[in-house]
T-cell receptor, first 114, second 114 residues
């Protein structure tokens, strides 16, 4: 069983829709929960991160963590064609001397149709 | 504003050939990482470094070697390439001041081993 599970999609929605992306995890040692966005043929870039259970909002994006259920979500409101990308959830744990190991989900490919 | 730069961007190797992937960062980050990204697998950590002159194994280190002779550079070597090493390789760096620090990724190296 993978430590982090993410539905790879693909997911296709019309412009303006609310998008919900989800990941589950099994390792209770994970401390930080992140969402990375990866455009085609580019490297991942950090979108949001959170530490505690609850919601964190940044503009049209909301990250939600439920540690008791080992479940995290990313919501995108008023989705735009420019949001079309692969979204990767990632979870971090210290490996040595503060260096963090990021464990990634498989990524969900999202397309927003105009 | 270079950030993390990977060289080369594309490469085709024959089975048994060797090559070195170069990662350079200009953010004075202590920690550097090499990941590989394969369809359906997410990103997996190959090797990492917590500072100049140090390296350590990640979760999929077999067939790879690394060196960090200078703080800004992290090299990934393939001594005898195999088709199973066909992948997209990403280098990342972070300040390392706690688990929450952002990892910055390069644009990736697409390697095909035939």
């Amino acid at each position: 069983q993978k430590e982090v599970e993410q539905d790879p999609g693909p997911l296709s929605v019309p412009e303006g829709a609310i998008v919900s992306l989800n990941c589950t995890y099994s390792n209770s040692a994970f401390q930080y929960f992140m969402w990375y966005r990866q455009y085609s043929r580019k490297g991942p870039e950090l979108l949001m991160y959170t530490y505690s259970s609850g919601n964190k909002e940044d503009g049209r994006f909301t990250a939600q963590v439920d540690k008791s259920s080992k479940y995290i979500s990313l919501f995108i409101r008023d989705s735009q064609p420019s949001d079309s990308a692969t979204y990767l959830c990632a979870m971090s744990v210290v490996i040595i001397q503060g260096a963090q190991k990021l464990v990634f989900g498989q990524g969900t490919r999202l397309t927003i149709n105009p | 504003n270079a950030g993390v730069t990977q060289t080369p961007k594309f490469r085709v190797l024959k089975t048994g050939q060797s090559m070195t992937l170069l990662c350079a960062q200009d953010m004075n980050h202590e920690y550097m990482y090499w990941y590989r990204q394969d369809p359906g697998m997410g990103l997996r950590l190959i090797h990492y470094s917590v500072g100049e002159g140090t390296t350590a194994k990640g979760e999929v280190p077999d067939g790879y070697n690394v060196s960090r002779l200078k703080k800004q550079n992290f090299l990934l070597g393939l001594e005898s390439a195999a088709p199973s090493q066909t992948s997209v390789y990403f280098c990342a760096s972070s300040k390392g001041q706690g688990v929450s620090t952002e990892a910055f990724f390069g644009q990736g190296t697409r390697l095909t081993v035939v």
